[in-house]
């Protein structure tokens, strides 16, 4: 069965860092179209950055210059570097691929 699998979440103080990752557990995910979404209570999901099988990443505005996202393939494992936290980054991260989505990582931000 194929998923995907989300870890690197925690509690970090404004201005501080995390790195995501998102782990694959099925070939089909080598080479395809991954994103990264997140969902702050009571706010819609959101696209925060996405990555295409030639390395092309995207990013929404709120994060551009503080987020970078990367693949590797040999592992099957997409990640984000998130650096510069604020607090409105606050909210479960979800990585996602071919239709698939993983459980979500908690990443809350003080200030």
């Known amino acids: 069965q194929e998923r995907l699998v989300e870890s690197g979440g925690g509690l970090v103080q404004a201005g501080g860092s995390l790195r995501l990752s998102c782990a694959a557990s099925?070939?089909?995910?080598?080479?395809?179209?991954m994103a990264w979404y997140r969902q702050a209570p009571g706010k819609q999901r959101e696209l925060v950055a996405s990555i295409t099988p030639g390395g092309t990443t995207n990013y929404a505005d709120s994060v551009k210059g503080r987020f970078t996202t990367f693949r590797d393939d040999t592992k099957i494992t997409v990640y984000m570097q998130m650096n510069n936290l604020k607090p409105e980054d606050t909210a479960v991260y979800y990585c996602t691929g071919r239709g698939v989505w993983g459980q979500g990582t908690q990443v809350t931000v003080s200030s």
């Open positions: 099925g070939s089909i995910f080598r080479n395809v179209y």
